[in-house]
Nanobody, 128 residues
Framework: QVQLVESGGGLVRPGGSLRLSCAAS????????MGWYRQAPGKQLEFIAS???????DYANSVSGRFTASRDNPRNIMYLQMDNLKLEDTAVYFC??????????????????????WGQGTQVTVAS
């Protein structure tokens, strides 16, 4: 089993930047692809980005060109660099591992909170 802990959320103005981190512990030798998701109030869990152990990444259209996902494999940390933040980026951000998925599959499969490992989430609020 893998445990995930997100950090780095906060309050930022539109156009600003934040960097989220997701630290993995436990059975980390089995980690391949990892993903970022978010959930805004009253909305469903939404795929944001995924990254393979080799650094290949996939993004949702809503964040492509503004967000960058990356990995530090020796430290078992995944990052999400968020630039040019918009009001609609306000949400709780989660990291997720589904050991059955390749990184390119994360955006194609509906997120299931009962499958794989999820962190507790970190709040990102974009407000002027």
């Amino acid at each position: 089993q893998v445990q995930l802990v997100e950090s780095g959320g906060g309050l930022v103005r539109p156009g600003g930047s934040l960097r989220l981190s997701c630290a993995a512990s436990g059975s980390t030798s089995r980690i391949h692809a990892m993903g970022w998701y978010r959930q805004a109030p009253g909305k469903q869990l939404e795929f944001i980005a995924s990254v393979s152990s080799g650094g290949s990444a996939d993004y949702a259209n809503s964040v492509s060109g503004r967000f960058t996902a990356s990995r530090d494999n020796p430290r078992n940390i995944m990052y999400l660099q968020m630039d040019n933040l918009k009001l609609e980026d306000t949400a709780v951000y989660f990291c997720h591992i589904n050991p059955r998925l390749r990184y390119s599959d994360y955006g194609l499969v509906k997120a299931d909170p009962n499958v794989g490992s999820w962190g507790q989430g970190t709040q990102v609020t974009v407000a002027s």
